[in-house]
């Protein structure tokens, strides 16, 4: 879910001329209380079942608004298994403005991907693979994303700036989550551990702004690296290469005294003493054009 700044209560709490980017704290404040009522809705009123875990993210767009990445995990007997469940909660098509306008809009303005730009473009393609190909139905694939349904109506919708879309370009979302937070909320089933599959792949990983991880989140990616590849060697024999620096942002743990707050630093994770430390001396800013480092 991403901040929306024309949320009703962001503006109603600005003063005149002033724009929502003029007041993050408001923005951040009033996007946390929908974050905790998504979070509700989701885990104590199980709107998509009984919970068994979540963990959530929150990402700060450089300058900008916040959105949250959520992983739930539910209990087996409430997954989400069959295409007839999963088409219960997930939409990838544009409703007829006939049908429900409200959603149509909300799906219009803030559901559909594009026009492309440099923010998604690796080499001239999509690299979110827009538009998708057209489904009759919903396919499960074993060890992927599901291929949500995209009729192809014949309809098309124009947004402004004259960007003609159909079934294609919808990012997938739940018609109830939307109506309810009137934003960009993307919504989408994850049937298998492709997604922490991807870790084996590579020899090098490189992390950075560690020093804003608690000890625990290092912990757990060595031993999820253990665990998938059976190798019992700190992060499975893998090179971790962690930037940052601790006079930076640092873990924060609410209600916490100072030396709860210094424990959660990753140099005091057990597995710090396998790094070697290397001082960044060379100031690397003063030699590369300015507009390199944003
Ligand atoms: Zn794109």
Known sequence: MTCNPNWREILENLLPLQQPSDKPDICARIFNIKKEYLIDLIVK??????????????????KGLPHVYILVTLKQNYKLTTVDIIDKYISAEILDPQQNSRLHEIVMKHMIHGPCGDWCLINGKCSKQFPKAFMDETIMDEDAYPSYCRRNTGRTFERPGKFVVDNRYVVPYCSKLSMIFNYHINVEIVSSIKSVKYLYKYTYIIWDEAPMAPCYALEIV?????????????????VIVLGGGFRQLLPIKAHSTRSENVNLL?????????????????????????????
């Open 45 to 62: 009123q199980k709107f998509f079942g009984e919970v068994a875990a979540y963990v959530y993210v929150i990402e700060f767009q450089k």
């Open 222 to 238: 060595d031993r999820t690296l253990r665990d998938l590849t059976g190798k019992n060697l700190p992060f499975s024999g893998k």
């Open 266 to 294: 990753i140099k005091f994770s057990l597995i710090w003493k396998c790094f070697i430390k290397f001082s960044l001396i060379k100031n690397m800013r003063v030699f590369f054009r300015r507009n390199r480092f944003s």
